[in-house]
Protein backbone atom coordinates (compact mmCIF):
# COMPACT_ATOMS: atom_id res chain seq x y z
CA UNK A 1 0.00 0.00 0.00
CA UNK A 2 1.55 3.25 -1.02
CA UNK A 3 1.53 6.92 0.73
CA UNK A 4 -1.11 7.88 -0.90
CA UNK A 5 -3.53 5.09 -0.73
CA UNK A 6 -2.72 4.98 3.42
CA UNK A 7 -3.90 9.00 3.12
CA UNK A 8 -7.01 8.31 1.05
CA UNK A 9 -7.79 5.70 4.01
CA UNK A 10 -6.75 8.11 6.68
CA UNK A 11 -8.72 10.46 5.77
CA UNK A 12 -12.19 8.49 5.00
CA UNK A 13 -11.82 6.75 8.84
CA UNK A 14 -11.37 10.31 10.33
CA UNK A 15 -14.90 11.28 8.08
CA UNK A 16 -16.66 8.04 9.17
CA UNK A 17 -15.57 8.79 13.05
CA UNK A 18 -16.68 12.53 12.70
CA UNK A 19 -20.64 11.32 11.40
CA UNK A 20 -20.27 8.58 14.14
CA UNK A 21 -19.60 11.82 16.54
CA UNK A 22 -22.25 13.66 15.10
CA UNK A 23 -24.91 11.33 14.60
CA UNK A 24 -24.26 10.35 18.61
CA UNK A 25 -24.42 14.36 19.39
CA UNK A 26 -27.78 14.44 17.41
CA UNK A 27 -29.37 11.20 19.02
CA UNK A 28 -28.13 12.57 22.33
CA UNK A 29 -30.61 15.56 21.77
CA UNK A 30 -33.62 14.88 20.07
CA UNK A 31 -34.41 11.19 21.01
CA UNK A 32 -35.73 11.72 24.72
CA UNK A 33 -38.19 14.07 23.29
CA UNK A 34 -39.08 11.89 20.63
CA UNK A 35 -39.46 9.25 23.84
CA UNK A 36 -41.04 11.90 25.94
CA UNK A 37 -43.80 12.90 22.93
CA UNK A 38 -44.54 9.08 22.65
CA UNK A 39 -44.79 8.34 26.64
CA UNK A 40 -47.06 11.59 26.75
CA UNK A 41 -49.32 10.43 23.72
CA UNK A 42 -49.65 6.42 25.74
CA UNK A 43 -50.45 8.66 28.82
CA UNK A 44 -53.13 10.83 27.38
CA UNK A 45 -54.80 7.65 25.78
CA UNK A 46 -54.55 5.99 28.89
CA UNK A 47 -56.03 8.73 30.75
CA UNK A 48 -59.08 8.78 28.11
CA UNK A 49 -59.68 5.07 28.61
CA UNK A 50 -59.60 5.47 32.09
CA UNK A 51 -62.20 8.56 32.93
CA UNK A 52 -64.31 6.79 29.55
CA UNK A 53 -64.71 3.78 31.98
CA UNK A 54 -65.09 5.85 35.00
CA UNK A 55 -67.83 7.55 33.54
CA UNK A 56 -68.98 4.66 32.36
CA UNK A 57 -69.15 2.90 36.13
CA UNK A 58 -70.73 6.32 37.38
CA UNK A 59 -73.47 6.15 34.72
CA UNK A 60 -74.49 2.61 35.61
CA UNK A 61 -74.21 3.57 39.69
CA UNK A 62 -77.18 6.51 38.82
CA UNK A 63 -79.44 4.09 36.80
CA UNK A 64 -79.20 1.71 39.80
CA UNK A 65 -79.52 4.24 42.10
CA UNK A 66 -82.15 6.22 40.17
CA UNK A 67 -83.95 2.44 39.79
CA UNK A 68 -83.50 1.66 43.74
CA UNK A 69 -84.84 5.24 44.54
CA UNK A 70 -87.95 5.07 42.48
CA UNK A 71 -88.67 1.81 44.13
CA UNK A 72 -88.26 2.91 47.47
CA UNK A 73 -90.38 5.74 47.20
CA UNK A 74 -92.91 3.54 45.49
CA UNK A 75 -92.86 1.00 48.20
CA UNK A 76 -92.74 4.23 50.77
CA UNK A 77 -95.93 5.78 49.38
CA UNK A 78 -98.03 2.30 49.03
CA UNK A 79 -97.14 1.90 52.72
CA UNK A 80 -98.29 5.08 53.59
CA UNK A 81 -101.62 4.77 51.20
CA UNK A 82 -101.79 1.21 53.22
CA UNK A 83 -101.66 3.04 56.83
CA UNK A 84 -103.61 6.30 55.97
CA UNK A 85 -106.60 3.51 54.69
CA UNK A 86 -106.22 1.49 57.84
CA UNK A 87 -106.37 4.82 60.05
CA UNK A 88 -109.39 5.87 57.96
CA UNK A 89 -111.08 2.90 58.95
CA UNK A 90 -110.11 2.81 62.31
CA UNK A 91 -111.53 6.61 62.60
CA UNK A 92 -114.81 5.41 60.97
CA UNK A 93 -115.48 2.52 63.53
CA UNK A 94 -114.65 4.92 66.01
CA UNK A 95 -117.47 7.38 64.71
CA UNK A 96 -119.72 4.82 65.03
CA UNK A 97 -118.48 3.94 67.93
CA UNK A 98 -119.20 7.45 69.50
CA UNK A 99 -122.48 7.47 68.25
CA UNK A 100 -123.41 3.60 70.08
CA UNK A 101 -121.71 5.24 73.11
CA UNK A 102 -124.17 8.46 72.77
CA UNK A 103 -127.41 6.57 72.39
CA UNK A 104 -126.39 4.18 75.30
CA UNK A 105 -125.64 7.14 77.19
CA UNK A 106 -129.10 8.90 76.20
CA UNK A 107 -130.43 5.60 77.38
CA UNK A 108 -128.68 5.71 80.66
CA UNK A 109 -129.87 8.81 81.32
CA UNK A 110 -133.74 8.52 80.16
CA UNK A 111 -133.12 5.69 82.59
CA UNK A 112 -132.18 7.54 85.45
CA UNK A 113 -134.38 10.22 85.47
CA UNK A 114 -137.64 7.62 85.05
CA UNK A 115 -135.70 5.97 88.57
CA UNK A 116 -135.41 9.80 89.84
CA UNK A 117 -139.38 10.03 89.28
CA UNK A 118 -140.53 6.98 90.68
CA UNK A 119 -138.09 7.55 94.06
CA UNK A 120 -139.84 10.93 94.22
CA UNK A 121 -142.73 9.78 94.30
CA UNK A 122 -142.38 7.01 96.76
CA UNK A 123 -140.62 9.71 99.06
CA UNK A 124 -143.66 12.12 98.59
CA UNK A 125 -145.63 9.38 99.70
CA UNK A 126 -143.53 8.66 102.33
CA UNK A 127 -143.88 12.48 103.19
CA UNK A 128 -147.89 13.11 103.35
CA UNK A 129 -147.98 10.25 105.28
CA UNK A 130 -144.73 10.24 107.34
CA UNK A 131 -147.27 9.65 110.30
CA UNK A 132 -148.04 6.18 109.75
CA UNK A 133 -145.68 3.46 111.11
CA UNK A 134 -144.74 0.34 110.55
CA UNK A 135 -145.11 -1.14 113.73
CA UNK A 136 -148.66 1.01 113.98
CA UNK A 137 -149.70 -0.39 110.37
CA UNK A 138 -149.62 -3.78 111.84
CA UNK A 139 -151.21 -3.41 115.42
CA UNK A 140 -154.50 -2.13 113.52
CA UNK A 141 -155.12 -5.70 111.50
CA UNK A 142 -157.96 -7.11 112.32
CA UNK A 143 -157.01 -10.52 111.77
CA UNK A 144 -153.96 -12.95 111.11
CA UNK A 145 -155.01 -12.99 107.77
CA UNK A 146 -154.88 -8.97 107.79
CA UNK A 147 -151.90 -8.75 109.39
CA UNK A 148 -149.84 -11.29 106.88
CA UNK A 149 -150.96 -9.22 103.98
CA UNK A 150 -149.88 -5.80 106.02
CA UNK A 151 -146.33 -7.37 106.42
CA UNK A 152 -146.29 -8.63 102.66
CA UNK A 153 -147.48 -5.12 102.07
CA UNK A 154 -144.76 -3.87 104.08
CA UNK A 155 -142.42 -6.22 102.65
CA UNK A 156 -142.87 -5.31 99.36
CA UNK A 157 -142.76 -1.67 99.63
CA UNK A 158 -139.34 -2.14 101.49
CA UNK A 159 -138.11 -3.92 98.37
CA UNK A 160 -139.28 -1.66 95.99
CA UNK A 161 -137.65 1.25 98.00
CA UNK A 162 -134.42 -1.09 98.11
CA UNK A 163 -134.98 -1.77 94.18
CA UNK A 164 -135.65 2.07 92.97
CA UNK A 165 -132.44 3.21 95.08
CA UNK A 166 -130.50 -0.10 93.21
CA UNK A 167 -131.91 0.83 90.06
CA UNK A 168 -130.84 4.13 90.88
CA UNK A 169 -127.35 3.22 91.53
CA UNK A 170 -126.61 0.96 88.63
CA UNK A 171 -128.04 3.66 86.16
CA UNK A 172 -125.86 6.00 87.51
CA UNK A 173 -122.49 3.74 87.20
CA UNK A 174 -123.68 3.09 83.52
CA UNK A 175 -124.08 6.39 83.04
CA UNK A 176 -120.40 7.03 85.01
CA UNK A 177 -119.04 4.01 82.78
CA UNK A 178 -120.41 4.99 79.29
CA UNK A 179 -119.47 8.66 79.72
CA UNK A 180 -115.67 7.20 80.84
CA UNK A 181 -115.64 5.11 77.61
CA UNK A 182 -116.87 7.86 75.43
CA UNK A 183 -114.53 10.04 76.61
CA UNK A 184 -111.74 7.34 75.72
CA UNK A 185 -113.18 7.17 72.35
CA UNK A 186 -112.85 10.46 71.74
CA UNK A 187 -108.92 10.46 72.86
CA UNK A 188 -108.63 8.00 70.59
CA UNK A 189 -109.96 9.49 67.49
CA UNK A 190 -108.33 12.52 68.19
CA UNK A 191 -104.85 10.81 68.21
CA UNK A 192 -106.25 8.90 65.08
CA UNK A 193 -106.52 11.60 63.52
CA UNK A 194 -103.76 13.55 63.95
CA UNK A 195 -101.84 10.33 62.92
CA UNK A 196 -103.97 10.36 59.56
CA UNK A 197 -102.43 14.20 59.44
CA UNK A 198 -99.00 13.31 60.04
CA UNK A 199 -99.27 10.15 57.32
CA UNK A 200 -101.14 12.70 54.70
CA UNK A 201 -98.17 14.82 55.39
CA UNK A 202 -96.05 12.27 54.93
CA UNK A 203 -97.62 11.12 51.44
CA UNK A 204 -97.65 14.93 50.06
CA UNK A 205 -93.56 14.71 50.69
CA UNK A 206 -93.10 11.51 49.23
CA UNK A 207 -95.35 11.47 46.49
CA UNK A 208 -93.46 15.27 45.62
CA UNK A 209 -90.46 13.52 46.13
CA UNK A 210 -91.24 11.01 43.71
CA UNK A 211 -92.45 13.30 41.01
CA UNK A 212 -89.06 15.32 41.15
CA UNK A 213 -87.03 11.64 40.89
CA UNK A 214 -89.00 10.75 37.61
CA UNK A 215 -88.61 14.80 36.27
CA UNK A 216 -85.11 14.46 36.75
CA UNK A 217 -84.75 10.72 35.27
CA UNK A 218 -86.64 12.58 31.93
CA UNK A 219 -83.73 14.53 31.74
CA UNK A 220 -81.61 12.23 32.54
CA UNK A 221 -82.51 10.02 29.06
CA UNK A 222 -80.46 6.74 30.64
CA UNK A 223 -81.47 7.14 33.94
CA UNK A 224 -85.30 7.12 32.48
CA UNK A 225 -84.55 4.19 30.05
CA UNK A 226 -83.94 2.65 33.47
CA UNK A 227 -86.26 3.41 34.72
CA UNK A 228 -89.32 3.01 32.33
CA UNK A 229 -87.56 -0.09 30.63
CA UNK A 230 -87.67 -2.12 34.35
CA UNK A 231 -91.72 -0.70 34.45
CA UNK A 232 -92.27 -2.14 30.62
CA UNK A 233 -90.83 -5.79 31.94
CA UNK A 234 -92.66 -5.52 34.54
CA UNK A 235 -96.19 -4.56 32.97
CA UNK A 236 -95.73 -7.31 30.21
CA UNK A 237 -94.63 -10.05 32.95
CA UNK A 238 -98.03 -9.32 34.69
CA UNK A 239 -99.97 -9.44 31.17
CA UNK A 240 -98.04 -12.66 30.46
CA UNK A 241 -98.14 -14.75 33.73
CA UNK A 242 -102.17 -13.41 34.08
CA UNK A 243 -103.64 -14.28 30.48
CA UNK A 244 -106.65 -15.72 32.16
CA UNK A 245 -107.38 -12.29 33.91
CA UNK A 246 -107.05 -10.90 30.41
CA UNK A 247 -109.37 -12.81 28.47
CA UNK A 248 -112.55 -15.07 28.20
CA UNK A 249 -111.37 -17.84 30.07
CA UNK A 250 -113.31 -18.57 33.61
CA UNK A 251 -116.04 -15.76 32.73
CA UNK A 252 -118.22 -16.95 30.39
CA UNK A 253 -120.70 -14.10 29.89
CA UNK A 254 -121.81 -12.17 27.13
CA UNK A 255 -120.92 -8.80 26.62
CA UNK A 256 -124.70 -7.12 25.50
CA UNK A 257 -123.24 -3.91 24.85
CA UNK A 258 -123.69 0.19 25.56
CA UNK A 259 -121.40 2.48 25.98
CA UNK A 260 -118.80 2.36 29.50
CA UNK A 261 -119.02 5.05 32.12
CA UNK A 262 -116.60 7.35 32.48
CA UNK A 263 -113.94 5.79 34.68
CA UNK A 264 -113.39 9.54 36.70
CA UNK A 265 -116.63 11.04 37.18
CA UNK A 266 -114.64 14.27 38.78
CA UNK A 267 -112.07 14.34 35.73
CA UNK A 268 -112.25 14.47 31.95
CA UNK A 269 -109.22 15.95 31.06
CA UNK A 270 -106.92 13.62 28.93
CA UNK A 271 -103.31 13.77 29.26
CA UNK A 272 -102.21 11.02 26.51
CA UNK A 273 -103.65 9.33 24.16
CA UNK A 274 -104.11 6.14 23.40
CA UNK A 275 -101.91 4.71 20.28
CA UNK A 276 -98.41 5.73 18.87
CA UNK A 277 -97.12 8.76 20.40
CA UNK A 278 -93.59 10.65 20.06
CA UNK A 279 -91.87 9.52 23.90
CA UNK A 280 -91.12 12.66 25.23
CA UNK A 281 -87.51 11.34 26.12
CA UNK A 282 -86.28 8.96 23.54
CA UNK A 283 -87.93 11.33 21.04
CA UNK A 284 -88.94 8.06 18.60
CA UNK A 285 -92.31 6.86 18.12
CA UNK A 286 -93.74 4.55 21.06
CA UNK A 287 -96.37 3.33 21.67
CA UNK A 288 -99.30 3.75 24.25
CA UNK A 289 -101.59 1.02 25.41
CA UNK A 290 -104.36 3.08 26.84
CA UNK A 291 -105.33 6.79 27.82
CA UNK A 292 -103.94 8.64 30.86
CA UNK A 293 -106.54 10.84 32.68
CA UNK A 294 -105.56 13.71 34.77
CA UNK A 295 -106.89 13.72 37.79
CA UNK A 296 -106.79 14.75 41.78
CA UNK A 297 -105.14 12.58 44.28
CA UNK A 298 -108.11 10.50 45.57
CA UNK A 299 -110.75 10.87 43.33
CA UNK A 300 -113.45 7.68 42.67
CA UNK A 301 -112.71 5.57 40.37
CA UNK A 302 -115.62 3.44 38.95
CA UNK A 303 -116.00 0.85 36.96
CA UNK A 304 -117.05 1.41 33.04
CA UNK A 305 -119.25 -1.69 33.11
CA UNK A 306 -120.65 -4.28 35.24
CA UNK A 307 -118.23 -7.67 35.32
CA UNK A 308 -116.13 -9.21 37.73
CA UNK A 309 -112.85 -8.70 39.36
CA UNK A 310 -109.94 -10.85 37.77
CA UNK A 311 -107.06 -9.02 38.73
CA UNK A 312 -106.05 -6.52 42.03
CA UNK A 313 -102.33 -6.79 42.44
CA UNK A 314 -99.37 -4.01 42.85
CA UNK A 315 -97.12 -4.45 39.80
CA UNK A 316 -93.96 -1.91 38.84
CA UNK A 317 -94.99 -0.14 36.07
CA UNK A 318 -98.90 0.35 36.60
CA UNK A 319 -98.72 0.31 40.27
CA UNK A 320 -101.77 -0.67 42.23
CA UNK A 321 -104.41 -2.04 39.60
CA UNK A 322 -107.47 -3.43 39.04
CA UNK A 323 -108.69 -5.63 35.84
CA UNK A 324 -112.36 -6.20 35.31
CA UNK A 325 -113.85 -8.91 32.79
CA UNK A 326 -116.88 -7.66 31.32
CA UNK A 327 -117.83 -10.48 29.20
CA UNK A 328 -117.28 -11.46 25.73
CA UNK A 329 -113.24 -11.18 25.76
CA UNK A 330 -113.32 -7.59 27.26
CA UNK A 331 -111.88 -6.27 29.78
CA UNK A 332 -110.87 -3.14 31.32
CA UNK A 333 -107.69 -2.02 33.32
CA UNK A 334 -107.32 0.95 35.96
CA UNK A 335 -103.58 1.79 36.87
CA UNK A 336 -101.44 3.70 39.35
CA UNK A 337 -104.56 3.76 41.83
CA UNK A 338 -103.63 5.18 45.58
CA UNK A 339 -106.38 2.39 47.10
CA UNK A 340 -108.10 -0.56 45.80
CA UNK A 341 -111.89 -1.10 46.87
CA UNK A 342 -112.26 -4.49 45.78
CA UNK A 343 -110.81 -8.05 45.22
CA UNK A 344 -110.23 -10.59 42.62
CA UNK A 345 -113.55 -12.40 42.62
CA UNK A 346 -115.84 -9.27 43.38
CA UNK A 347 -118.48 -8.69 41.28
CA UNK A 348 -119.07 -5.45 40.08
CA UNK A 349 -121.44 -3.00 38.36
CA UNK A 350 -121.30 -0.23 36.14
CA UNK A 351 -120.33 3.15 38.28
CA UNK A 352 -119.40 1.04 41.19
CA UNK A 353 -116.33 3.20 43.21
CA UNK A 354 -113.49 0.32 42.80
CA UNK A 355 -110.52 2.92 43.60
CA UNK A 356 -109.35 5.97 44.01
CA UNK A 357 -106.92 7.71 41.72
CA UNK A 358 -102.91 7.43 42.79
CA UNK A 359 -99.68 7.93 41.48
CA UNK A 360 -98.61 3.97 42.22
CA UNK A 361 -95.76 2.60 39.37
CA UNK A 362 -94.10 4.37 36.92
CA UNK A 363 -95.95 7.79 36.94
CA UNK A 364 -94.91 11.56 37.31
CA UNK A 365 -98.27 12.36 39.03
CA UNK A 366 -102.11 11.64 39.83
CA UNK A 367 -103.85 9.99 37.19
CA UNK A 368 -105.40 6.61 36.02
CA UNK A 369 -103.98 4.92 33.05
CA UNK A 370 -107.31 3.24 31.42
CA UNK A 371 -106.83 0.36 28.59
CA UNK A 372 -109.75 -1.73 27.05
CA UNK A 373 -108.63 -5.21 25.84
CA UNK A 374 -110.23 -7.49 23.42
CA UNK A 375 -109.04 -10.91 24.59
CA UNK A 376 -105.80 -9.97 25.73
CA UNK A 377 -105.06 -7.23 22.70
CA UNK A 378 -105.45 -3.14 23.53
CA UNK A 379 -107.25 -0.86 21.39
CA UNK A 380 -108.95 2.46 21.97
CA UNK A 381 -110.55 3.15 25.23
CA UNK A 382 -112.62 6.11 23.43
CA UNK A 383 -114.40 4.35 21.15
CA UNK A 384 -116.08 2.50 24.51
CA UNK A 385 -116.72 5.09 26.90
CA UNK A 386 -119.56 7.69 26.97
Known amino acids: M ?26 SVFLPAVKAATQKQLDDAKNKTQQAKTAAQKAEAEKKA ?37 EELKLAEEQLESHEKAFMARAGAMYEHNDIKYVE ?7 LSDFLTKIDMITQIMEYDDKVLTDLKETREKINLAKKQLEDILVRQEEDSKKLETKRASLSAALAEKEKLMK ?14 AAERAEQAL ?18 GGRFAWPVPGSHRITSQYGERIHPVYKTRKFHSGIDIGAGYGLDIIAAADGKVTLATTNGGY ?68
Open 216 to 229: DAIKNADRYKAIYE
Open 319 to 386: GKCVVINHGSGITTLYGHCSTMLVSAGDTVTKGQVIAKVGSTGVSTGPHLHFEVRINGATTNPLNYVS
Open 66 to 102: AINSYNALDAQIQSTENEIDSLEKQIEQTKKDIELKE
Open 137 to 143: LLFKADS
Open 2 to 27: NKRTREILKKTFAALCACVVVVALVA
Open 239 to 256: IRENANAFSQSGYNVKYT
